[in-house]
């Protein structure tokens, strides 16, 4: 069965998070704002999906990753600001939205007393769809479960659930999902399997918002990453330039005294960052003209074996941005 949909009109445009009006996006987020109570979730964030585009949300929890989900999905209404999405407005259409639009939850939903195959009957029907057998089965397969299909959701693994859920998302043929945390909770093998479903969605020309605590993940599946602290989105680029921006790393392997040499470098202005273990040193210097520096005072405290520079991941980048780690 072919579940592709006609592929839309690519759009080589990469826009950031100050460009977002510009036509033809499939999500446009424009100064959200969404409050608990004294609570700020979401604080003037801007976002945009193009046609054809993985966006990842990365952010530690309670970032409002998922609060942009459920502004997108019509399920939050903002105190200001406006979400476009295919064209509708969230606020004012969100049935008609929703129709067209594959969601998989953070808690992925599912009823553990139900089978995979009553969950996607169940999805046929709300979805209206007709003789949907045909669907159901072609869906089921594509997704690995067809072997599954009558077993009860609580006898799955993680993995087979997530699965689950990115197929009843699927059902109706959707040219734009939301995927909050889609490999959560889920083993390595588990996880590479999803990734190349989603990976799938792109090249059959559907349009991707997802979030993820992982950077690997982040970096595997997305076009662009928007990383997201406070409610507010702090810069959206393809993980390759966002590494660009973020400078190197340099790992010295130290004879001794690591925790000194870590220490010393800690109170140094021109240092980033720096992280110890056993033999080694990993330091992120302000500037590349710092690099002599370090070193040599490193050097002056413990024997410097070796350096290595090291391509800076999303992480240092989040760092470089927020001043704090990503799972502080
Ligand atoms: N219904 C709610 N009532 C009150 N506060 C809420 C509600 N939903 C979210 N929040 C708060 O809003 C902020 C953003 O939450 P959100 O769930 O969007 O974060 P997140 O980035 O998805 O986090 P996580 O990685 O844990 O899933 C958090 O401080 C959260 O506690
Ligand atoms: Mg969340």
């Not at 989900?69 to 939205?97: E, N």
């Not at 479903?197 to 997305?222: F, K, M, P, Q």
Request: glycine content about 8%; proline content about 5%; charged content about 25%.
């Amino acid at each position: 069965m072919d579940l592709s949909m006609p592929r839309e009109a690519m759009s080589s445009t990469i826009s950031t998070p100050g460009r977002a009006g510009s036509a033809g996006n499939v999500v446009e987020l424009n100064e959200v704002r969404v409050v608990f109570g004294d609570l700020v979730a979401l604080d003037g964030l801007t976002l945009s999906v193009a046609p054809g585009e993985i966006v990842g949300l990365l952010g530690p929890n309670g970032a409002g990753k998922t609060t942009t989900m459920d502004v997108c999905c019509g399920l939050r209404v903002p105190a200001s600001g406006t979400a476009r999405v295919l064209d509708l407005d969230a606020v004012k259409s969100p049935r008609q939205l929703r129709a067209n639009i594959g969601v998989v939850p953070q808690d992925s939903g599912l009823y553990p007393e139900l089978s995979p195959y009553e969950h996607l009957h169940f999805a046929a029907a709300l979805y209206d769809l007709r003789q949907p057998k045909a669907r159901i089965e072609g869906t089921l397969r594509l997704m690995g479960l067809w072997d599954r299909r009558g077993q009860r959701v609580s006898t799955l693994s993680k993995g087979m659930r997530r699965r689950l859920a990115l197929a009843r998302a699927l059902l109706h043929d959707p040219a734009l999902l939301f995927l909050d945390e889609p490999t959560l909770g889920v083993d390595v093998q588990g996880r590479r399997a999803l990734w190349e479903h989603i990976l799938r969605l792109r090249e059959e020309g559907r349009s991707v918002l997802l979030t993820t605590n992982y950077l690997d993940e982040a970096s595997a599946l997305c076009d662009r990453v928007a990383i997201m602290d406070r409610g507010r989105t702090l810069i959206c680029s393809s993980p390759a330039e966002l590494r660009r921006g973020a400078g190197v790393a340099l790992v010295l392997a130290c004879a001794s005294a690591t925790a000194q040499v870590a220490a010393s470098l800690r109170a140094r202005a021109d240092v980033l960052h720096v992280a110890e273990s056993s033999h080694c040193v990993r330091v992120r210097p302000v500037n590349e003209a710092a690099t002599a520096q370090i070193v040599a005072a490193a050097d002056a405290i413990a024997k410097v074996t070796s350096v290595r520079v090291e391509e800076p991941n999303l992480e240092d980048v989040f760092l470089a941005l927020t001043g704090k780690a990503l799972r502080e």
